[in-house]
């Protein structure tokens, strides 16, 4: 079977679990259904702002679509998280991918 719909039905058992819809974005990514993907991310910050990786992820897909102020708007509210968070790892990703988008 394959991952996306695997994760559907694990999503289908627990509905709010951010891993899975994480996961789920990432999957639908790689197979460029930028539609889905986005969806599930958008998902993940209205359920669990918290859930810091989501905020890289989506900045990237902006970024790659052209969509510089969205990307940086992402990694920003990102950065603002995962500091709050003390998520220096994070902190780190995002502030060097916000630094290589504004430079």
Known sequence: MDRIKKLQ????????????TYALALEYRKIGNDAEALACFESVLEKDPAYVGTY???????????DTARAIHYYESGLTVANAANNRHAANELRTALEELTD
């Not at 039905?9 to 899975?20: G, I, K, N, W």
């Not at 890289?56 to 052209?66: H, I, L, N, S, T």
């Open 9 to 20: 039905e694990f999503l289908q058992q627990t509905p709010d679990d951010s891993f899975l």
């Open 56 to 66: 890289y992820q989506v900045g990237k897909f902006w970024e790659e679509k052209g």
